[in-house]
């Protein structure tokens, strides 16, 4: 008897535990990703991603997928900070414009995507100067591909999070509670950026 009181309470903490991961991670898939990059990186895994000539950087590049949700968004956050900074996608197939979700929860946190259009990666010659961005682990290696023929540095938008998010989900599909959470991770990671850049900033004029 008791068993049977019992169940639907268990199954009503499951769904309330479901809904609260996608929420924060997207979905269960995304939480299960950033797990498993959490590990890998307490052994090294990321560590390149942390080491980053802050001298050298004169322009942010975000890349996420489709270039229609998370990197506008961040590189539009950025310019809102000061910093020079552009988006674009691996795979943007026939993509002609932000995802409208995107549009609406932008536009509540203050930024405007509506004219945005998508560009590929492959159409973009990395600089020197560049510090290229990426939305999740898995597009590292696509973006030192991109990068092998300049000294443009790689770094993982999530790393500089607060709190860190390895792999940040694409909202493309999603809730709009993600969306939001998604470009709140990304609000924090931006600043974290800045201030990495302006303490290197700081570092070079004191040894001048």
């Known amino acids: 008897m008791h068993d049977v009181v019992a169940q639907p ?11 609260a991961l996608r929420d924060e991670y997207g979905s269960r898939r995304g939480w299960a990703i950033d797990r498993a990059w959490t590990i890998a990186a307490k052994f090294g895994a990321l560590r390149a991603c942390s080491k980053i000539d802050w001298r050298r ?8 997928r489709g270039n229609i949700c998370r990197s506008p968004y961040a590189a539009r956050r950025a310019k809102a900070a000061g910093f020079v900074a552009t ?6 197939g026939n993509n002609t414009a932000v995802d409208p979700m995107a549009v609406a929860v932008a536009r ?6 509506a004219n945005h259009q998508p560009r590929a990666l492959a159409r973009m010659r990395p600089a020197d100067d560049d510090l290229l961005i990426a ?3 898995n597009q590292l290696a696509a973006l030192r591909q991109s990068a092998a023929e300049s000294a443009a540095q790689v770094t993982l938008l999530g790393w500089w999070s607060t709190p860190r998010r390895l792999h ?16 709140m991770l990304i609000d924090s990671a931006i600043v974290g950026m800045c201030a990495a850049h302006a303490e290197a900033q700081r570092d070079a004029h004191a040894q001048q």
């Open 9 to 19: 309470e268990k199954s009503q903490e499951v769904t309330a535990n479901t809904a």
């Open 57 to 64: 950087v004169r322009q942010f590049v975000f890349v996420c």
């Open 87 to 92: 988006s674009c996608g691996l795979h943007i």
């Open 108 to 113: 509540r946190r203050g930024l405007d995507l």
């Open 135 to 137: 939305t999740e682990p």
């Open 168 to 183: 940040l989900t694409d909202p493309y599909g999603l809730s709009e509670e993600y969306f939001n959470r998604c470009y």
